[in-house]
């Protein structure tokens, strides 16, 4: 017990604090950067939100493709109304199709 001093335990006690100093210090930068590079919750609700809206935008534009689909269809009935005179049967079948379309918009 005779070699130890009260010099020799300020210095331990000195070089155990700047060890336990180090080693927070360490793991703060491993903490910031981690969250540099995984992204941020900001990040992340922006990014379902865009989703959600790329959603409807594809739903949105199946209706519009198929009510041209429609449209086109009722065109052609007319201008074969107007070359051949009187072709009901594909008249009544644009109407129909023009029908389901309409009333599927509605009930939407």
């Not at 070359?83 to 939407?108: C, F, W």
Request: charged share 25%; net charge neutral; proline share 1%.
């Amino acid at each position: 017990m005779s070699g130890i001093t009260a010099e020799a335990l300020l210095t331990t006690a000195g070089v155990l604090l700047a060890v336990f100093a180090a080693i927070a210090t360490i793991d703060k930068g491993m903490d910031i950067i981690k969250k540099w590079r995984t992204p941020s919750t900001d990040t992340a609700k922006k990014l379902a939100e865009d989703k959600r809206r790329l959603d409807g935008h594809e739903e949105a534009i199946k209706v519009l493709q198929n009510g041209s689909q429609v449209q086109c269809t009722a065109l052609m009935a007319l201008l074969d109304h107007e070359l051949h005179n009187g072709n009901a049967d594909q008249m009544e079948k644009a109407k129909d199709g023009i029908t389901v379309y309409l009333s599927s918009l509605i009930n939407r």
